[in-house]
């Protein structure tokens, strides 16, 4: 199946640093979805992106479509110790295709 | 408003048995898909339902099927379990029209062990 290529595979920052991750793919993708998954729990959908180019917030957390439509951006800002957990990709194309996750730890 | 439930959160099995899972969506979803998330492979596409007709399928063997209901509500099935079964399975719900797939929303999985 497609790939979707996520970095950075893990980080560990510093509480009120801010965080960037991608993901990217050679093919190209109508919608991009970020999810944050929680130890036990199913991911939790931040973000949806439909348009290249597109720039969106949630609170701390902002994203882009990528302006080839084969790359989306997830960027965390002032990160606090709530923000831990698993983030991945979505991107969908005939079906969603999910990033391998990038896992970020926050130490106080 | 109650989001995607799944049953059951927990279970474990045996080779050579099968397995049922559940998965309610949310109210007014007529899309359910199924995921299968490892550590190795991660989130993998099983299929999709929209009105209780298979829209989608993943590259998984036939052993693997699934369901849907009038009421959306949907049922997966595992059949003869092998010890690459373990994992936990995702449910998500869409709020999709017939020509298109709309934001997926999860389930908590059923996290299925195979001894």
């Known amino acids: ?108 | 408003k109650a989001g995607v439930t799944q049953t059951p959160r927990y279970l474990i099995k045996t080779r050579g048995q099968q397995v049922t899972l559940s998965c309610s969506p949310i109210s007014g979803h007529r899309s359910v898909s199924w995921y299968q998330q490892t550590p190795g492979q991660g989130l993998q596409f099983l299929f999709e339902y929209f009105s209780e007709t298979q829209r989608n399928k993943g590259n998984f063997p036939g052993r693997f099927s699934g369901r849907q209901f009038s009421n959306s509500r949907s049922e997966m099935n595992v059949s003869t379990l092998e010890l690459g079964d373990s994992a936990l399975y995702l449910c998500a719900s869409s709020l999709a029209t017939s020509g298109d797939t709309g934001e997926l929303f999860f389930g908590e999985g059923s996290r299925l062990t195979v001894l």
């Open chain 1, 1 to 108: 199946g497609q790939q979707l290529n996520q970095s950075p595979q893990s980080m560990f920052i510093q509480e009120g640093e801010d965080v960037s991750m991608n993901c990217t793919s050679s093919s190209i993708f109508n919608t991009w979805l970020w999810y944050k998954q929680e130890p036990g729990e199913g991911p939790v959908l931040l973000i949806a992106l439909y348009k290249a180019g597109e720039l969106t917030s949630n609170g701390r957390l902002t994203a882009q479509f990528g302006i080839t439509r084969k790359d989306s951006f997830l960027n965390i800002s002032a990160s606090i110790p709530s923000d831990v957990g698993i983030y991945f990709c979505a991107g969908l194309m005939d079906q969603f295709y999910f990033g391998t996750g990038t896992s970020l730890t926050v130490i106080p």
